[in-house]
């Protein structure tokens, strides 16, 4: 079965850090850039990052710029999302999901497969 799990979401004061993790089960994500998203109650789910397959490029929605870093370790099959300097506005339920390619996309429906999402809050 094919699957992308999230951990390492959580409760985290503003100014604080986590980082979540994305895992492939089922298949190798060696040839998959990989995008993580996130969704607020309310609102629409949004592109926040996204990682080449090789991890040679990266990008950035412009509101985590500079305070997130996403990383790939193709050994273990696994993506990471560093979030440093957390605010409020970042609480949302977060999703990784693999497009079969080796260039990112901002289009949520380009990505094939999904996790189920780990959900950050950012709160004193």
């Known amino acids: 079965q094919l699957q992308l799990v999230e951990s390492g979401g959580g409760l985290v004061q503003p100014g604080g850090s986590l980082r979540l993790s994305c895992a492939a089960s089922?298949?190798?994500?060696?040839?998959?850039?990989i995008g993580w998203f996130r969704q607020a109650p309310g609102k629409e789910r949004e592109w926040v990052s996204c990682?080449?397959?090789?991890?040679?490029?990266?990008n950035y929605a412009d509101s985590v710029k500079g305070r997130f870093t996403i990383s790939r370790d193709n050994a273990k099959n696994t993506v990471y999302l560093q979030m440093n300097s957390l605010k409020p506005e970042d609480t949302a339920v977060y999703y990784c999901?693999?497009?079969?390619?080796?260039?990112?996309?901002?289009?949520?429906?380009?990505?094939?497969?999904w996790g189920q999402g780990t959900q950050v809050t950012v709160s004193s």
């Open positions: 089922g298949f190798t994500l060696d040839y998959y850039a």
């Open positions: 999901a693999a497009v079969v390619q080796h260039w990112c996309v901002m289009p949520r429906e380009k990505y094939v497969y």
């Open positions: 990682i080449s397959s090789s991890g040679g490029s990266s």
